[in-house]
Structures are given as structure tokens and as C-alpha cells.
């Protein structure tokens, strides 16, 4: 961002209290509501950039919530080990490969595995199965995450079939969701596309995230597991359609 304009500073908290209040109710959301909104007035790498730092803070807050962090880690670490690493890599598209195509990606992407959640309902992971699925759905939503910061959509899919309930999907989405923004964040300083001392506004960016994450967070207790389901598909089509209306 070339200076600071007020009305450029009030729109960009206002992108990031929503994403947080749409993350505090089901427990992700902040990129998926946060980045379209940001990318009406700034570019997607300047978006990428003010979205690090609250992705970071908010998902290790939710991480730890519930008492089930620990358990969340011993079952996942062989997917975060993999999501963590390609994220990372994945990140230096961002600098080379063109804003439409990147677009393209993300709304497709955004779209489909929701898609595939709605009309497959009845699916279900097994535990051998998992052994070997979930590194590559670590390997998928790195690729993904790394040029977007949408880890969602592949994650999301997965721990629908794994039929977690409610609480346990929060905290695993959102211990995903910090090993990748964590990744993003190196590539981001590896590859050039964020310098440390840009940092800062990203910093301030955790204050409106945080206050929409309190907001969200009162308002889940009143969702059912349906209503929560549904809730999530909308966000995700709502975004995937975005995306690719600024792609064309």
C-alpha cells in the first residue's frame, strides 16, 4: 500500500472485523471473507500481506480452546508436517503466476470441494484410510494456500468426513489453519512478497479481527450442527463466486 488514506485504513478494518466475526461463528472464514472484501481496493498480494499476522494470531487462539489441542496435534501432525512445508513453497507463485489466473484458482477451488461436501454427505473417512489422506490433503491445501491463503477448502472437506463434531472440527480447522498461515507467513518473507518492517500494519489488522472473532465466537453457542453446515457451504460459495466474477 502506497500511504496511509482513512478511507482505505476504515474499509480494510471493517474487511477484517468481518472475516473475524464469520471465523468466531465457524471457525474459519477470516481469508474467505476478508480477502474479496480486501481485494475491492487492494491488490492480491497486498491483501496476502495484511492478512498474515490476524491469520496467525486468531487461528492459535482457537487452536486452543477446549482442551483439545493436544489431541488435535498427535492425530494431525503428519498433515500439518506436509501442509506447513508446501505452503511455504507455494508461496513464490504469488510473485510469479498473473493475479487473473491466481483468481481462477481460488474461486474454482473455493467452489468445488464445498460442492463435493454438500452432494457426497454420506462419505466417511476411515482410520486406515486417514493414514495416507491426510498428508495429501496436506499436500492439496498447501498448493492452495500458498498462492490464496484459502487452506479451507480441501481441510474443511476432509474433517467433514471425518465427522468431527462441532467443537473438535473448530479447533483442528483452526491448528491447520495456523501451521499454514505460519508457513505463508516464511514464504512471504522468503520470496520477497512482505518485508518485516511491512509487518506492522498487519499487526495493527489483529485488532478489528479480534473484535469480530468475540463477536462470532457469542453468537456459535445459538448454531445448530445443521445450521452450522449450511452456514459454511454459503460462506464458501458466497466467496468461490467472487473471485471468479473479478477473474472475468
Same mark, same amino acid.
Given at each position: 500500500m502506497n500511504g496511509l488514506d482513512f478511507g482505505l485504513v476504515a474499509w480494510a478494518a471493517f474487511s477484517l472485523f468481518a472475516g473475524g466475526a464469520v471465523k468466531g461463528v465457524v471457525g474459519l472464514g477470516l481469508p474467505l471473507v476478508a480477502m474479496p472484501l480486501l481485494t475491492l481496493?487492494?491488490? +492480491?498480494?497486498?491483501?496476502?500481506? +495484511?492478512?498474515?499476522?490476524?491469520?496467525?494470531?486468531?487461528?492459535?487462539?482457537?487452536?486452543?480452546?477446549g482442551g483439545l489441542f493436544k489431541a488435535t496435534l498427535r492425530r494431525f501432525w503428519p498433515m500439518l508436517l506436509v501442509l506447513v512445508v508446501t505452503v511455504a513453497g507455494a508461496t513464490k507463485l504469488l510473485v510469479v503466476v498473473r493475479q487473473e489466473i491466481l483468481f481462477v484458482v481460488i474461486g474454482t477451488s473455493v467452489i468445488v470441494f464445498p460442492l463435493i461436501a454438500h452432494f457426497r454427505p454420506h462419505l466417511r473417512v476411515s482410520e486406515a484410510t486417514?493414514?495416507?489422506?491426510? /498428508?495429501?490433503?496436506?499436500?492439496?491445501?498447501?498448493? #492452495?494456500?500458498?498462492i490464496s491463503t484459502f487452506y479451507g477448502a480441501p481441510l474443511m472437506l476432509y474433517l467433514v468426513w471425518l465427522r468431527l463434531p462441532k467443537d473438535l472440527f473448530v479447533v483442528a #480447522?483452526?491448528?491447520?489453519?495456523?501451521?499454514?498461515?505460519?508457513?505463508?507467513?516464511?514464504?512471504?518473507?522468503?520470496?520477497?512478497?512482505?518485508?518485516?518492517?511491512?509487518?506492522?500494519?498487519?499487526? #495493527?489488522?489483529?485488532? /478489528?479481527?479480534?473484535?469480530?472473532?468475540?463477536?462470532g465466537q457469542r453468537l456459535r453457542v445459538r448454531l445448530d450442527e445443521r445450521r452450522f453446515a449450511r452456514l459454511l457451504l454459503a460462506v464458501y460459495l458466497a466467496t468461490g463466486i467472487s473471485f471468479l466474477a473479478k477473474a472475468f
Open positions: 481496493s487492494f491488490s +492480491l498480494k497486498e491483501s496476502v500481506g +495484511l492478512l498474515v499476522l490476524p491469520m496467525v494470531a486468531s487461528n492459535l487462539v482457537q487452536a486452543f480452546q486417514e493414514r495416507w489422506l491426510g /498428508p495429501l490433503v496436506g499436500l492439496v491445501a498447501g498448493l #492452495i494456500g500458498g #480447522i483452526s491448528l491447520m489453519y495456523f501451521v499454514g498461515a505460519t508457513g505463508l507467513l516464511g514464504g512471504l518473507l522468503l520470496f520477497g512478497v512482505a518485508q518485516f518492517q511491512g509487518l506492522g500494519l498487519s499487526a #495493527i489488522g489483529c485488532v /478489528p479481527v479480534f473484535a469480530g472473532l468475540w463477536l
